[in-house]
T-cell receptor, first 113, second 114 residues
Framework: EAGVTQFPSHSVIEKGQTVTLRCDPI?????LYWYRRVMGKEIKFLLH????????ESGMPNNRFLAERTGGTYSTLKVQPAELEDSGVYFC???????????FGPGTRLTVT | AQKVTQAQTEISVVEKEDVTLDCVYE???????LFWYKQPPSGELVFLIR??????QNEISGRYSWNFQKSTSSFNFTITASQVVDSAVYFC???????????FGTGTRLLVSP
């Protein structure tokens, strides 16, 4: 069974540009989460999808961040326009059901210059 | 509010030494779950263990053991006879009942030298 995959592994963009991160969860996992780790701090929750619906988006920092999960399969996280403080590692995780573990992808390292 | 504190930023040991990684948590929930994840140099977060708040039994898995103490709100992780392959960043995390979002600590970087 393939794990959670994320693309790209690393992205370097200039302030003001747009970047889209992609996450492919484990097949059959209805729950999908986005987290990010900024500058060696703790990993912070961004949002949670159940299938295509946003279950909890309390961690989204501002309206420059837009997450989608059309069709309840893969998810995208768009940052527009990117700011310097958005630099960090963005993790995606998926979980099958309420009793399961969250399985994490390798992360996307975003650098905004 | 929930909070996880990992006071040790970095620990360096020599192979075969035992090492304990500390984790202290705060929550108002009576039902909650505690986790440890390992982040090797490759970057992904690898699940190690989950404990629920009603089970204070210590757990041992090979060289790994976990000590959960509700009285001190701690969930410490011990690696016995450490190996170079144990070098990684270790994160402690907490979630409320229902397995929703994880609240992570800042992580402890463990360096095991030969």
């Amino acid at each position: 069974e393939a794990g959670v995959t994320q693309f790209p592994s690393h992205s370097v963009i200039e302030k003001g540009q747009t970047v889209t991160l992609r996450c492919d969860p484990i097949s059959g996992h209805d729950n999908l989460y986005w987290y990010r780790r900024v500058m060696g701090k703790e990993i912070k929750f961004l949002l949670h999808f159940v299938k295509e619906s946003k279950q909890d988006e309390s961690g989204m920092p501002n309206n420059r961040f837009l997450a989608e999960r059309t069709g309840g399969t893969y998810s995208t996280l768009k940052v527009q326009p990117a700011e310097l403080e958005d630099s960090g590692v963005y993790f995606c995780a998926s979980r099958r059901d309420m009793g399961g573990e969250q399985y994490f992808g390798p992360g996307t390292r975003l650098t905004v210059t | 509010a929930q909070k996880v504190t990992q006071a040790q930023t970095e620990i360096s040991v020599v192979e075969k030494e035992d090492v304990t990684l500390d984790c202290v948590y705060e929550t108002r929930d009576t039902t909650y779950y505690l986790f440890w994840y390992k982040q090797p140099p490759s970057g992904e977060l690898v699940f190690l263990i989950r404990r629920n708040s009603f089970d204070e039994q210590n757990e041992i898995s090979g060289r790994y053991s976990w000590n959960f103490q509700k009285s001190t709100s701690s969930f410490n992780f011990t690696i016995t006879a450490s190996q170079v392959v144990d070098s990684a960043v270790y994160f402690c995390a907490l979630s409320e009942a229902g397995f929703q979002k994880l609240v992570f600590g800042t992580g402890t970087r463990l360096l095991v030298s030969p």
